[in-house]
């Protein structure tokens, strides 16, 4: 289920939205009455596991980039 308000409304009202969003609710913020964005619970059911891409990473990770990949960065 989702509920549309527009930006001032959410504004005035985050932290009731924020309970809202909370409960399992959508939230779409419209502006002008056209909808531009979509606010959704975030999915907390897979908790992070420590060590999971250990070993998968090796020192080489502190090696100096190579000439053409910092040329890129700094164009």
Do not use: C, F
Request: overall charge negative; proline content about 8%.
């Amino acid at each position: 289920m989702s509920i549309t308000v527009n930006i001032h409304e959410a504004k005035t009202n985050l932290s009731k939205l924020l309970k809202e969003i909370e409960a399992g609710k959508e939230i779409i913020l419209a502006k002008a009455g056209k909808p531009i964005a979509k606010i959704v619970p975030l999915d907390y059911k897979s908790p992070r596991i420590p060590g999971l891409a250990k070993g998968e990473v090796g020192l080489e990770i502190l090696d100096p980039l190579p000439d053409d990949e910092l040329d890129a960065w700094n164009q």
